[in-house]
Nanobody
Framework: QVQLVESGGGLVQAGGSLRLSCAAS????????MAWFRQAPGKEREFVSA????????SYADSVKGRFTISRDNAKNTVYLQMNSLKPEDTAVYYC???????????????????WGQGTQVTVSS
């Protein structure tokens, strides 16, 4: 089992940067693909980025590609999301998620992830 806690959210100006962290507990963290999702008011939860268990493979939503970077440090049981050139449309609650099993590939679908953090608010002003 995995427990996830997000941190690093806040209020930033458009064009600024923010680094989100997801601290995980559990012995199987290094064997699980991880992902970031976000949900804005009145909208469905959407995929942002994912990373494989070894950190070699990454994927990004078209809306954030080139601006966001996902990474992980398995020694620290932590996943990061570096967000640069932030836009007002990036405003949302950001959630960290872990896949249910070990060595399962990254996925853009929320239903493929059984472990979720409580979320951290990111607000980007214009």
């Amino acid at each position: 089992q995995v427990q996830l806690v997000e941190s690093g959210g806040g209020l930033v100006q458009a064009g600024g940067s923010l680094r989100l962290s997801c601290a995980a507990s559990g012995r199987t963290f290094s064997r699980k693909s991880m992902a970031w999702f976000r949900q804005a008011p009145g909208k469905e939860r959407e995929f942002v980025s994912a990373i494989s268990w070894g950190g070699v493979s990454t994927s990004y939503a078209d809306s954030v590609k080139g601006r966001f970077t996902i990474s992980r440090d398995n020694a620290k049981n932590t996943v990061y999301l570096q967000m640069n050139s932030l836009k007002p449309e990036d405003t949302a609650v950001y959630y960290c998620a872990a896949r249910t099993g070990a060595y399962e590939p990254p996925s853009p679908y929320p239903d493929d992830y059984n472990y979720w953090g409580q979320g951290t608010q990111v607000t980007v002003s214009s």
